[in-house]
């Protein structure tokens, strides 16, 4: 008989006061949809973060502060937020040998601008200064509830695990996909053009959120399903 999967999620990290975390939700939806969630702090070595990926079945970058502008390899932008280089250098490094090979991965609000760095392409560090045509991406509603729109692609395998063409999310980013990165598509969109999902077509599981669906799983249907769908990638 198969185990439930072990699926490694990311954690938020302040070296200073000594704090690893993840917002629970991410935990209840990895448990929910059949897996077992393991906590990663970040990692140091490239040995450490190999492994890391033996241990696990599954990949879950979550949401949290700023990519730092080195790892961007651009100077800092006005409007840029909060960074953790140590956070930043492991969850680059473990999405880098999660893409080689080809283990399911789940990118959520940041995950997904890490997910498009460590793969090639680019963010904006600050929607509202380099975008300015954008509509408010930082919602002043509670994290459960939808804010805007968007637009799901039907070409796309997040479009056959949904089902639809359009969903509610709830949105509380500043920074956001600029360039699709290579042998990766554009899966998602929000009526001002800010890209709301990547995927890698072809691979097990390789989809990166703007949004938290971790947040609205008792508000919107949908949010179950991508779980669902990852933890089911988790086993195969």
């Known amino acids: 008989m198969v185990g439930k999967p072990i699926v490694g999620i990311t954690a938020a990290h302040c070296s200073e006061e000594l704090k690893t975390f993840p917002r629970h939700y991410y935990v209840e939806s990895i448990r929910n949809a059949g897996g077992i969630p393991l906590i990663l702090p970040p990692v140091r070595t490239h040995e450490e973060a190999t492994d890391i990926l033996k241990l696990i079945s599954g990949l879950l970058l979550t949401g949290g502060g700023d990519i730092s502008p080195v790892y961007l390899k651009e100077n800092p932008r006005r409007g840029i937020g909060e960074c953790f280089p140590e956070r930043d ?112 077509p072809g691979a097990k599981f390789c989809l990166g959120v703007q949004w938290h669906p971790e947040s609205m799983m008792e508000t919107e249907a949908h949010s179950k399903v991508l779980f669902r769908g990852f933890v089911e990638a988790c086993l195969e």
């Open 89 to 200: 250098f492991s969850e680059l490094l473990l999405t880098q040998l999660a893409l080689q090979q080809d283990l399911p991965l789940l990118g959520i609000c940041r995950g997904i601008q890490v997910l498009a760095v460590a793969a090639g392409g680019k963010i904006y560090q600050d929607i509202p200064s380099q975008y300015p045509s954008a509509m408010q991406h930082s919602q002043t509603a509670p994290r459960q509830y939808a804010w805007h729109d968007v637009a799901i692609a039907e070409e796309s395998d997040l479009f056959r695990l949904l089902d639809k063409t359009k969903i509610g999310v709830n949105s509380l980013h500043h920074q956001a996909v600029s360039e699709i990165p290579p042998e990766f598509i554009q899966c998602a969109l929000a009526s001002d053009g800010i890209i709301e999902g990547i995927e890698k």
